[in-house]
């Protein structure tokens, strides 16, 4: 079937999951010496989810796709497509999008693996859409699964508090019918500022993880946060705009904005330039932390299930992360 961008895209059902440790920023603070008031006054966070010693991307992703596919009545085995958004895989080696279709038992689903860091959930829900539009599949299972706090350097004082643990997904399909549907979505990258919040460890460019690449901080995130900060107010913005603009929609339109949750200051200042009052933005860093990749679909989830979307209504998406990578996108519920 040839490509046909008037078929629609709907999202039929959602799903989250977050770990059962709770790590304060009192708890925190013994490990770190930052002060729970130093921490909440420069990210808005209170508390970070942990994934446990035997817990991986995949056992978090399978928690939250399992949710997905129950609201959307979708059983795994008629998926087409299964999505993984993940910077930190179980393995380099499957995928984790592997370890998790065989969990789920989607048989007949292509399993593969996309890596975006922060805006890996929108570029996992892009790669659905044209496979959506085209005909080549029907259903799709996107999953963003994040274990960052493997990979912190606690030493990092400007940085280590950022990161928790978590998964979300989303089930989307083809044609009309129930859900929330996908209206326009925009995306960019950069990757000549990649340098500028990246993970050197583990690839072929920084040898596999030995002792000698944890004694220097190899293993761990390492971002440049004044730059990325900059970066990221002014890019999501640009692309909030532009998918209005695709949809032919004011912001007036959107009832509520749900941002990538990496640090309260850039949501206030994101928010502040399209703009858009505080009340209608989604914030759940408070209690997540930053969960890369999972933190948008995570947000948008908790706005879902708490009621603050209704039928008809207009989500805004936006999210930034390493790449540098940036985008943005419009759901009506």
Known sequence: ????????????GTGAYLPETVLTNAEL????????????????????????????ASDLGVAAARQALEEAGCPAKTLDLLVVATTTPDTLCPSTACWIQARLGATRALPFD???????????????RE????????????????????????DDKENCFLWGDGAAAAVLEAGPGPGAALLALTLHADGGQA??????????????????????????????????????????????????EEAGLPLEAVTLLVPHQANLRI?????????????RVVVTL??????????????????????????G?????AAFGGGLIWGAALVRM
């Open 1 to 12: 079937m040839g490509r046909d961008a008037g078929i629609p895209v709907r999202i039929t």
């Open 29 to 56: 603070r013994a490990r770190t010496g930052l002060s729970d008031e130093w921490i909440v006054a420069r990210s808005g966070i209170r508390e970070r989810r942990v994934a446990g010693k035997e817990e991986a």
């Open 114 to 128: 996309v890596s975006a860091s922060s805006a890996g959930f929108l570029v996992a829900l892009s790669v659905a």
């Open 131 to 154: 496979y959506l539009r085209s005909g080549a599949a029907r259903r799709v299972l996107v999953v963003a699964a994040e274990v960052v706090t493997r990979y912190v350097d606690w």
């Open 195 to 244: 340098n500028r919040l990246l993970l050197p460890g583990g690839g072929s460019r920084v040898a596999p993880i030995t002792a000698r690449t944890v004694e220097t901080g190899a293993h761990a995130i390492r971002m440049h946060g004044t730059h990325v900060y900059r970066s990221a107010v002014r890019r999501m913005v640009e692309a909030c705009r532009e998918v209005l």
């Open 267 to 279: 949501i206030e200042a994101v928010a502040a330039r399209l703009p858009l009052p505080m009340d």
């Open 286 to 311: 408070d209690y997540t932390g930053n969960c890369s990749g999972a933190s948008l679909p995570l947000a948008f989830d908790a706005a879902v299930r708490r009621g603050r979307l209704r039928p």
């Open 313 to 317: 209504e207009i989500a805004l998406l």
